[in-house]
């Protein structure tokens, strides 16, 4: 049941205020209502906390006429909303409404805050279509897919490193919080993550750093003697690499030579001038690797 307050005890948290700034329209349009004598909703705040969850205009308006009470509504927020969304959701449907880019800023900053916080969820309280939000959303969707690949082939490259070493596959399973029969599945991919490691500096540095300290030097032993013995396929690796890079810089840049003569073709973000460079640098880079 909605009652008055003195308006001192409303507690504003900025960092869970949905809108980049106060509409000044609004709380004159508030202001002038007040004045006439009119009755506003209740403003509503927080059950426990008194912070200001909806009303934010009103507030704005009760202090320029010099109100000492406002009426309020308590709210106790629901476990596993955010309490910015939860705000945010009170600011969709009535009252100023939210706009489309405050909703997707809000969004954007409850995922990145918790990207496990579900898309229905974070749709139904900005009172839009869940795709709408995905789309928001998409770039910390593809970096969290990338990241969970990263953290698979460093995974497997560590297993590449204790089975070796005497480490059971229950053992292996148990560092990582997986089960046996995904570090079967990880050992089967075991030759290629050893190729990587004997190529790539910055994997190689990415699987120790997730090994156990005891480890660490019986592993960097190990990649020494798999480089040892395998000096030659190493090179072939390396030379591999250098031409399939190559390849794609001819590949690019035939791609972008086609766009270019072809009259009204457009390749985004490139001037005239910067295409012509770009495909004469990457013809002679890729012709120049292939020769050597």
């Known amino acids: 049941m909605a009652r008055n307050i003195d308006v001192a005890k409303v507690v504003r948290d900025n960092s869970i205020f949905p809108r980049g700034s106060v509409d000044q329209e609004a709380v004159m349009r508030y202001r002038d209502a007040y004045e006439l004598g009119e009755t506003l909703p209740p403003v509503i705040l927080e059950k426990g906390t008194n912070r200001l969850l909806d009303g934010w205009h009103r507030m704005a308006a009760l202090e320029e006429i010099g109100a000492a009470k406002v009426l309020v509504d308590y709210h106790l927020i629901p476990e596993g909303i ?3 969304l939860y705000a945010a959701g009170l600011s969709s449907r009535h009252g100023v409404i939210l706009s489309n880019r405050e909703k997707s800023e809000i969004a954007l900053q409850v995922y990145s805050a918790d990207d496990t916080t579900p898309l229905d969820l974070i749709a139904g309280q900005l009172a839009v279509h869940p795709n709408t939000v995905r789309n928001w959303v998409s770039d910390i969707i593809q970096d969290r897919q990338k990241a969970d ?23 292996v399973a148990d560092l990582f919080g997986v089960t046996q029969p995904q570090i079967i599945s990880d050992y089967k991919a075991v030759d290629a993550y050893k190729d990587r490691l004997l190529v790539d500096g910055l994997y190689a540095a990415d699987v120790l750093g997730a090994l156990p300290e005891s480890e660490l030097t019986n592993a960097q032993e ?12 190493i090179e072939e690796l390396r030379q591999a ?9 001819l590949e690019a840049a035939a791609k972008y030579a086609k766009a270019w003569m ?9 001037t005239k001038s910067e295409r012509i460079t770009y495909i004469r640098n990457a013809l002679t880079g890729a012709i120049q690797a292939l020769e050597d």
């Open 222 to 233: 190990l990649i020494a003697l798999w480089a040892s013995e395998e000096q030659e396929a």
């Open 262 to 270: 072809a009259k009204g073709a457009q390749v985004p973000n490139d």
């Open 82 to 84: 955010p309490a910015l």
């Open 149 to 171: 690949e990263r953290r698979v082939e460093v995974r497997r490259g560590v297993v590449a490193l204790l089975l070796p070493a005497g480490w059971t596959q229950q053992a």
């Open 241 to 249: 690499a250098e031409i399939k890079s190559a390849w794609r810089d």
